[in-house]
């Protein structure tokens, strides 16, 4: 082997090594019985945490290996009905909209007392449609701003349609599901309801919403782009954004922060299921278990700038004192999305 | 009396084979479901999108980026190319990588430099308001003129080398005829040059029209998602809204815009060329 890697291989080097790789090729059934191979399909920006908290945490207890593949949630949801018949997935960490998909598709399995048993100690309002998924961390939306061109925090979220934002304020698309609060937020403005009534009454919120055109510089489809341009001052605030996203950011030392709005803040829930007939099934639900575990959400909310869902773990230090965190209602959410989408194109176009 | 297959033609069999896999084949699928749903054959996809005014706002928005996309780069691209084909030596070769080199560097790159460029204390707004043209700074990024400047950029390239390889072909001794016989420069140009290439110019506005037509990214980076074309249209119907029978209607109308204006303007090239 020596020669092979000092770069000058004899032939005799080179007929060792292939017969140990033929030999090795021949029988993949010795390698794979010695590890179990857990597949999980997740967000491509998770993938950092994942591979450094969970997997050599989960791989330690279990002897098994973890691979995570990071993607978009509605490039899971495909991954998992392509292979519906022969799943390869065993466990899936995906947005709660897209999980009302995989539902209606008959593609989770669901999560039960005896399987999963932190699900027990979860925060009320965290396990969804009996037990198909539940939620293990709650990044949170807020208000972003450029701490350089903002001399105040904002603390409404009626802020940013304030005339002096002139073409500085960024929403993202409701195609994006954090899109979707500005919907709530605006209804709520508009009504004077709680932002959780005033989510029924998404006409009130459309409506509003067209008023904030002027002050619109774009609506953003990829995350960077909108960090960019806040983080270089072209823009001065993102409404509504991700903790997840823009506290790391804060962290990495991009001149923003985020404001958490009188009115209150979304939750924006990541949640997590097994894959109806997943390989390793007692392996899938031990992962599940260990995320919505305590041990594990104290790791995670930190680098995750996340509110836990365990009720015995405390929120990470930095969070705005006194955030009044709203839910979304996720089934009305998945009944009219396809028509406020189309409401969005027509009423916000350029 | 048999007629036998040119050997030469065979030279064009991995190509045909390629894009039979490539192309060929996905175009017929999508062709098909473009057609035929759940209930069968059926026309009713095209009708639903093309009896809503948004759709038509659409279809306006993609032609209308498209032609003033290749507008510009005809405006731009003509006079450029006639400077490379009547350049020399070291000039010639330095303008030649400066058309070229750009094509190297990736689209998402280009489009993240004209998000700096176009903003409201870029070097456009900075210049304009030193120049007194602007009273005040402006942004020209996520408006429609900053689409049609940043993806005139991106094309350029393939308006000017197709008139280029024109250009190059001309015999010089026509203008020089034209000059002897006490034509100005003017009328040189007009009734000469221009004439000549117009297989050339015609060829630069089918590549540009039908790269402009189905552009994806520029659009996507540098207006946002408040100016919705077909391609961008399509891309959100299959990746986002999983409507494939939208996706494929769109795409398809796409497709035909595409197609019409590359066969149309190939038919014209080849008449220009013959009676030119």
Known sequence: MSSILSGTPNRRALLRGGAAASALLASPAILRAQTRELVVGGAAGHKSWVEEIVVPAFEKAHGAKVIFEGTRSLVNLEKMQKNKDKPYMSVVQMDDPVMILAVKEGLLEPLTAARVPNLAALKPGTVHMDGMWANYLQPWLGIAYNTQAMKAPPTSWADPYDPAYKGRIVLPSIQNTEGLANIFAAAAIATGLSLDAAQKDADAGFRKLATLKPNLLTVYTQQPQAYNLLEQGEAWMISSAMSSYALERKAAGAPIALAAPKEGVFAMPSGIAVVKGAPQADLAFAYVDALLGADMQAKLVGPTFSLPTHTGVAAPAGMPAGMVVHQIDWANVARERGDWLKRWDREMSL | ?276
Request: with cysteine; glycine share 8%; hydrophobic share 55%.
């Open chain 2, 1 to 276: 009396m048999r007629r036998r297959i040119d050997p030469v033609a065979l030279l064009a069999l991995p190509a045909a084979a390629y894009l039979l896999f490539a192309y060929g084949w996905p175009l017929a699928a999508l062709l098909v479901r473009s057609v035929h749903g759940p209930g069968g054959f059926s026309l009713a996809p095209f009708a639903a999108f093309l009896s809503d005014p948004f759709s038509w706002r659409v279809i306006g928005n993609t032609l209308s980026t498209a032609g003033l996309t290749t507008l510009v780069c005809l405006a731009v691209g003509y006079p450029a190319a006639l400077a490379l084909a009547w350049s020399r030596g070291i000039v010639q070769v330095v303008l030649l990588l400066s058309i070229i080199l750009p094509l190297s560097v990736g689209v998402v790159v280009k489009a993240y430099a004209w998000q700096i460029v176009l903003r409201r204390d870029g070097i456009v707004s900075q210049a304009l308001v030193g120049l007194g043209l602007w009273s005040e700074p402006q942004r020209l990024l996520f408006t429609e003129t900053g689409l049609v400047i940043g993806a005139a950029n991106v094309f350029l390239p393939f308006m000017i080398l197709p008139i280029y390889s024109v250009i190059r072909l001309l015999d010089p001794r026509l203008r020089a005829a034209a000059a002897t016989l006490g034509a100005t420069p003017l009328h040189r140009f007009l009734r000469v040059t221009l004439p000549l290439t117009l297989p050339g110019i015609v060829s630069g506005i089918a590549f540009v029209f039908s790269l402009a037509v189905s552009m994806y990214v520029v659009p996507s980076l540098v207006i946002g998602d408040r100016y919705q074309t077909l391609a961008t249209l399509t891309g959100r119907a299959f990746l986002f809204m999983r409507n494939e029978e939208l996706g494929s209607t769109t795409a398809v109308l796409l497709l035909a815009m595409a197609v019409s204006i590359v066969v149309g303007s190939t038919a014209l090239a080849r008449r220009l060329g013959s009676t030119g």
